[in-house]
């Protein structure tokens, strides 16, 4: 025991940076640091005549440059003694191995080595001073190769001591940083390389603990040899096998009481910290869980195994007699008191007889209740609000090397004492007043028997049987409904550590790590865990709530909702996501890392992936106007990897009762898919697409790029209006968790923001508009309409196809290409297969019929005699009913006697059959002395070709090398011919490193090395037998032409709910490039024949312009800052990257200039815009690098193309207009539509027939609220066939009012009742006049009456109903008087003040 608590105590690690922590895992690398000898004057002569005993030694540490943290443990070497300095040149020698592992694989962690220098002061005392440091680069962008990692390096050392790392000026890279004063001729002699001998006891090793080789670590052999480094080839110790049997806990006084105390604690802290009384009824005990692992002092061995305890009597109420009364007689020792029983045995396979070695036992209890409960006492896990968990107490037991079996009791530990989760404990009683024998049973026992024997104690493990009923009672408070229990939908429920999948897994924690059922993946109240529950899983009670009542329960807790996370998932009609064995999928947090295993991926038995997206609801904003528009129906456009663009059916929103809110307090509605006449009630709510990919679908090589696709890209998604066809906003998805990383299923809830932009005429655009923390260009608003509630799921399925052996793949990650293997000739026919070549050396003979399409047309009889090839089978049926002909015209010749003539048509038939024959072989014959020269000329070709097929996306250039060889004994000039304009040689010896130190390329570089002719193919020099490396570069701008948006037609739904698979790819074509390589005598002697497969790219911004037709778009989009700080002056020094731009559509302008450091930088756009209303999409990628090699911004531009209409008004007056409308070839039931009905009015108002080849007038009345310059869109929809029969661009220019009086009042804010007033207004014609009110803020006044008549010069009192405003503040409403022709006569001001 005090070897465990004297290393515990020992190697307590600081924790990574929390944000470090959030970035997605990756494998963890080990390394060996080989600290040498340190070179230079760096200990002062003052120094040795102040100290004695002057000694120096090494301190390393790792640091996170990025958030300035150190984290880990530092770790010192051995004092090394400090000789005189009349030793020219000093050198202190080290040579100490240091061993570590990490994931956090970033060039910005490092290893920080202080050199520090102690003796004794003329009193005795010890004295440490620090003599510099230095910055040991673990990851650097450019990783070096196995055989120069191996050479020893020197690593400078700087002034100072490594806190002044902590300094906020000290930014990366830190090196070069003015206040970095460097140590002349001072270094220190390293070796740091990786070592992979460290990863077999990765389970001994916490991550980023620095350890020497020459420490002893508990679970390894000691080293043999005369250094005695254990780490450099470790060996892992035997291990043991101990099983536990009868394991009970023991609480102070009583469980009852141990219990009451600590909910009513809970309770009295719930208030104290949020000042919100909790009723006690409220919180509720869910589960008793006890984790149990093997612990060496240096961290856990294997994760600890999670199993559910029970209190003795629920166990005692559902065994035999038998053993209740064995229960009973093992906790006599608790006078009478309560325990709680685990009723399965423990395995402990990773024991070893070390004196490090223990066992820890950790109690937990999980609560419901409200959020914030845990506060910072709950475990590492991150459970949701709904659940919260707290550890109560801990053990630890460290077995007798020389046991064999036994029985233990050991004192429970808690309070603040140090323990191996590093997490605060419930508190132990007070042991002022007690004496030493009671302070060990004070804060509680745990006893168990053990044994080396799997035969041991089996009495304990037969016959456990137990009912679900026992294990899902959690506590003896009283049931509370499902509703007030359930987690919020934004994270599912976890558990602290890795479940096993052994007997010790009860149903209660397996409600909680995964709930089976309709609730696949739901949080605790998509489960009923009252002792009155469902007796199976997933089937609901007669006390099921109904759609709106369910939706509300599950929307209630949650950031975001769980519509399958209430029991009344199925009432509602959401369907349950199932993996291939019929079991819910495993719910996913949106908001944890993913740890992306690519191998994982590559290894997963489930190669097929059936994607699904669930859309659930669409909820809208509370604080949204209530005049503002609310579309009916909406549906959704998108596109998902190399599927062809997606235009989903039109789904009704049916809202529901105010208990369909969310968290945020937005109304909820569900998204139903309508019938042909609009209506709802058919089908049931959400709407789901499946995609399935396969290997059959996808290409050789390209599941990799699937993969990455998921891990990277982020899925777009287009909400619109399904009446007025207008663009209601835009959501975005991350897709990595899509990852299955070897699970069979999984599912994850997101809840979107849908977000609008609106651009003012001629404003500068930002390509961060809508990021967090950046500047809103003026003219630019982004408004969030919505919520969209969308569920995406990635099933994995056994593909049924047979996947291509990994050996037939193309190298699709080779950077360097050879022609080695070209140099054989297959054999076989001159005539090309059109299949691919077998493994085996063996060519099947075939028809030459069958192979040659041109000697086919010549041939007589290769129609009737050919049994073989791709028509042979469609032939079949024809030779069987020729058979059947034969045989009847047969038995007729024989019943007329006509036997003698029917052996002589036969020999006629056989002769010209003969001479076909002949011809055929004659035309054979002379097609091959005419083809023989062509196709032997074609077989030598191919023995000198080298096929290859690369993966590209749009802009990013892929980089690889030919490895070019001179065949012959003579010296060859070398002509490189392309027949691709995207294939190009590199010709710079700058990009060429640039590339190869990006791909990590080691082949050698020439300076110069291509023959340059102006327009003409470049040339090398090639000596006799030569090989030289020819770089490429492969880089496409272009997508080709857009594949067609299907018609909403197309997906059909399936049972109301789940639409055709769109399984059909999209058009991304695969290209070809050819490579020929000619010799001084023009004969070729090398091909390279390329296969450029496309593959989908990631869109980091999407801007949708809508733009007047026929005319010139000409945007700035503003990029963000590159490197400058908030805050910073403008203008400050330092280097920029450069910045190019490209577009795929050759017909747009596009373009950056150079500007001075510290200003902003614009991409300027110009594009032409068709007619109306057609739109134009393309893709801009932004590069800052000068060989424009991979992009680090990628947009896609929508151009929609409108009829443009100016008007110019004045806010609060009525303008009218008119547009005309042409009818189309038929009759059509239309209406129109309109961005800001508020402001905007049309005549007719509602639908009207349109006749065909007809004119027609649309009046439209426009009224604008505020001042300035924006657009209002108009469209003009068919309301049968849901088309866009015309669309309008308003641009209206507004211009205030004279205000010709100002009031002030001042009003409570609040619920209050508002206010009345009343102001007056004096008619300054001699006639009557009348008169309409009209204001800018309906919403805080309301006038008396809305139009009055008023004599010549007479007075009229206007009556004004100001309404109450939550918020305190300042508001200017604008009263406008208009006369009978709606022209403004006078605008009064209304300066509102709320306190």
Excluded at 268 to 291: K, Q, T
Excluded at 946 to 965: D, N, Q, S
Excluded at 1071 to 1082: D, E, I, N
Excluded at 1114 to 1137: D, F, N, Q, S, Y
Aim: glycine content about 8%; aromatic content about 8%; charged content about 20%.
């Amino acid at each position: 025991m005090n070897d465990w608590l004297r290393i515990l105590d020992q190697n307590v690690l600081v924790p990574p940076h929390p944000q470090r922590a959030r970035q997605p895992l990756k494998e963890s690398t080990a390394f060996q640091c080989v600290l040498k000898c340190l070179d230079g004057p760096l200990i002062k002569q003052g120094m040795l005549e102040v100290l004695s005993e002057v000694g120096c030694h090494l301190r390393v540490s790792l640091f996170d440059v990025t958030y300035r943290h150190f984290f880990g443990r530092t770790w010192k070497t051995a004092v090394r003694p400090v000789e005189q300095l009349s030793r020219q040149p000093s050198r202190i020698i080290f040579d100490e191995p240091v061993y570590f592992h990490t994931s956090l694989n970033h060039p910005n962690v490092v290893a920080v080595v202080e050199v520090v220098t102690e003796g004794r002061k003329r009193d005795g005392s010890l004295q440490a001073l620090s003599c510099g440091f230095g910055i040991l680069r673990i990851f650097g962008n450019k990783l070096e190769s196995p055989t120069s990692a191996s050479q020893d390096k020197r690593l400078r050392l700087y002034h100072g001591t490594p806190r002044a790392l902590l300094h906020p000026r000290l930014q990366d890279p830190v090196e070069q940083n003015r206040h970095m004063t460097l140590l002349e001729s001072c270094g220190l002699q390293y070796a740091l390389r990786p070592h992979p001998p460290l990863e077999p006891v990765f389970h001994l090793l916490p991550e980023n603990l620095l350890v020497s080789g020459l420490q002893h670590i508990p679970g390894l052999l000691p080293a043999h040899g005369d250094k005695g480094d254990a780490l450099r080839k470790p060996h892992l110790q035997k291990s043991v096998t101990w099983y536990l049997d009868d394991l009970f806990f023991t609480l102070y006084p009583s469980l009852e009481k141990f219990e009451e105390e600590l909910l009513e604690l809970l309770i009295s802290d719930h208030f104290r910290e949020g000042g919100v009384p909790l009723d006690g009824s409220a919180l509720e005990i869910l589960e008793r869980r006890l984790c149990v692992g093997v612990h060496n002092g240096l961290g856990f061995v294997q994760r600890p195994q999670v199993m559910v305890l029970v209190p003795e009597m629920d166990v005692a109420l559902t065994r035999s007699a038998s053993f209740s009364r064995k229960v009973g007689s093992s906790s006599k020792a608790s006078s009478g008191s309560q325990a709680l029983v685990l009723r399965s045995r423990l395995r402990l396979p990773e024991m070893a007889r070390h004196p490090a070695f223990a066992v820890v036992f950790q109690l937990e209890y999980v609560f419901n209740g409200p959020s914030g409960l845990d506060g910072k006492a709950a475990s590492v896990t991150s459970l949701s609000s709904g659940a919260c968990m707290h550890m109560v107490r801990w053990a630890v037991w460290n077995p007798l090397l020389e046991a064999g079996s036994g029985k233990v009791i050991l004192p429970l530990q808690g309070g603040i004492r140090p323990n191996p989760s590093h997490c605060l404990v419930y508190k132990v009683p007070p042991a002022s007043m007690s004496s030493e024998e009671v302070k060990q049973v004070e804060s509680g026992t745990i006893q168990f028997q053990y044994s080396l024997s799997p035969e041991g104690h089996l009495d304990t493990a037969t016959g456990l049987v137990h009912s679900p009923e026992a294990e899902r009672q959690p506590s003896r408070r009283p049931p509370t409904s499902p509703a007030t229990v359930a987690l919020p939908a934004g994270g599912s429920p976890t558990v602290p550590h890795s479940v096993p999948l052994g007997d010790t897994v009860f149903p209660a924690t397996r409600q909680l790590c995964a709930p089976p059922g309709p609730g696949a993946g739901a949080p605790l109240g998509g489960q009923d865990l009252s002792p009155g529950g469902p007796a199976e899983p997933g089937v609901l009670g007669p006390g099921s709530l109904r759609c709106g009542s369910a939706a509300g329960a599950a929307f209630h807790a949650g950031a975001c909702p769980d519509c399958r996370g209430s029991p009344g998932q199925e009432a509602s009609g959401f369907p349950e996501i199932l993996d291939a064995n019929k079991q819910p999928a495993e719910a996913v947090n949106p908001t944890d890392p993913v740890k992306f295993n690519p191998q994982k991926e590559e290894s997963d038995c489930l190669q097929s992936n059936e994607i699904v997206l669930q859309f659930l609801a669409f909820s809208r904003v509370s604080q949204d106007c209530q005049g503002a528009p609310w579309p009916k129906t909406v549906y959704f456009t998108f596109q998902f990897y190399r599927f062809p663009p997606v235009t989903t059916p039109r789904l009704q929103l049916v809202g529901l009762d105010e208990t369909g809110r969310t968290r945020s307090g937005s109304l909820l509605y569900l998204l139903v898919l309508t019938d042909k006449d609009d209506s709802s009630e058919a089908g049931p709510p959400g709407f789901q697409l499946k995609y399935l990919v396969e290997p059959g679908f996808l290409k050789p090589g390209e599941q990799r790029w699937f993969t990455h696709y998921l891990a990277a890209q982020t899925l777009q998604i287009d909400v619109w209006d399904g009446d007025s066809l207008l663009l209601v906003g835009s959501a975005a998805v991350q897709m990595k968790q899509l990852l299955r990383q070897g699970r069979p299923a999984v599912q994850v809830l997101h809840e979107l923001e849908v977000v609008a932009t609106e651009y003012e005429q001629d404003v500068v655009v930002s390509a961060d508009v809508t990021r967090f923390g950046c500047v809103k260009p003026i003219g630019v608003y982004t408004v969030v309409k919505g919520w969209l509630h969308l569920t995406l799921a990635n099933v994995g399925h056994v593909c049924e196809q047979r996947v291509r052996n990994s050996g037939s793949l193309p190298p699709s990650r080779s950077r360097v290409i050879s022609n080695d293997g070209a140099s054989h000739f297959e054999g076989g026919s001159l005539l090309t297969r059109g299949g691919l070549r077998p493994l085996k050396n063996v060519v099947q003979a075939q028809k030459l019929a069958d192979v040659d399409r041109e000697l086919a047309a010549m041939l007589f009889t290769h129609t009737q005699h050919r049994s073989k090839g791709p028509q042979g089978i469609g032939h079949e049926g024809d030779a069987v009913r020729r058979r059947k002909l034969e045989r009847m015209r047969s038995v007729r010749l024989q019943e007329s006697g006509g036997e003698l003539s029917c052996w002589g048509a036969s020999m006629l038939a056989q002769q010209s059959i003969r001479a076909q024959h002949a011809r055929d072989l004659q035309v054979i014959a002379a097609y091959r002395e005419r083809t023989k020269v062509e196709s032997i000329t074609s077989a030598l070709s191919l023995a000198i070709t080298t096929k290859h097929t690369i993966h590209v996306t749009l802009g990013t250039a892929e980089f690889f090398e030919f490895a070019l060889r001179n065949p012959h004994n003579m010296q060859h000039t070398v002509t490189i011919e392309v027949d691709n304009p995207e294939l190009s040689i590199i010709q710079d010896s700058r990009e060429w490193r640039y590339f190869k130190d990006a791909a990590k390329l080691h082949t050698p570089v020439e300076e110069d090395m291509f023959r340059l002719r102006g327009s003409l193919a470049p040339q090398i020099f090639l000596r006799p037998r030569e090989t030289t490396h020819i770089p490429f570069r492969y880089q496409t701008f272009s997508v080709g032409q857009p594949a067609l948006v299907q018609a909403s037609a197309e997906l059909r739904s399936e049972k109301g709910m789940d639409a055709r698979s769109p399984q059909k790819s999209s058009a991304m074509p695969t290209k070809h490039a050819k490579v020929l390589f000619r010799g001084s005598g023009g004969k070729p002697i090398a091909v390279l024949c390329l296969t450029v497969e496309t593959q989908p790219h990631v869109v980091d911004q999407v801007f949708r312009f809508y733009h007047p037709e026929l005319t010139f778009l000409k945007k700035a989009i503003r990029l963000p800052p590159w490197h400058t700080l908030p805050g910073a002056p403008v203008g400050r020094p330092g280097e920029e990257p450069p910045v190019h731009v490209r577009c795929s559509d050759p017909n747009v302008i596009c373009e950056t200039q150079n500007v001075g450091l510290g200003e902003p930088r614009d991409v300027f756009l110009k594009v032409a815009s068709g007619p109306s209303p057609e739109s134009k999409d393309f893709f801009v990628t932004v590069y800052a690098d000068n060989w424009l090699a991979t992009p680090v911004q990628i947009w896609q531009v929508h151009l929609h193309s409108l009829q443009r209409v100016d008007v110019s008004c004045v806010t609060g007056q009525q303008t009218r207009l008119s547009l005309v409308l042409r009818g189309t070839q038929t009759v059509r039931r239309v209406q129109a539509f309109t961005s800001h009905p508020q402001e905007l009015k049309t005549d007719p108002k509602g639908v009207f027939v349109l006749p065909p080849h007809g004119v027609q007038d649309l009046h439209v009345a426009v009224r604008p609220q505020r001042a300035g310059s924006r657009f209002i869109h108009l469209n003009l929809v068919d309301v049968d066939y849901h088309q866009l029969v015309a669309s309008w661009l308003v641009c209206l220019s507004c211009r205030p009012p004279l205000i010709s009086k100002a009031f002030e009042i001042t009003l409570a804010a609040g619920a209050g009742k508002g206010a009345n007033k009343r102001i007056t207004y004096t008619n300054p014609y001699p006639s009557q006049r009348t008169y309409h009110l009209h204001s800018d803020h309906p919403d805080l006044l309301q006038f008396r009456e809305d139009c009055f008549q008023v004599r010549g010069g007479e007075t009229y009192t206007i009556g004004l109903r100001f309404a109450p405003r939550q918020s305190a503040g300042e508001e200017e409403i604008l009263i406008y008087i208009n006369d009978h022709e709606d022209k403004n006569e006078e605008a009064f001001c209304v300066k509102v003040t709320y306190q």
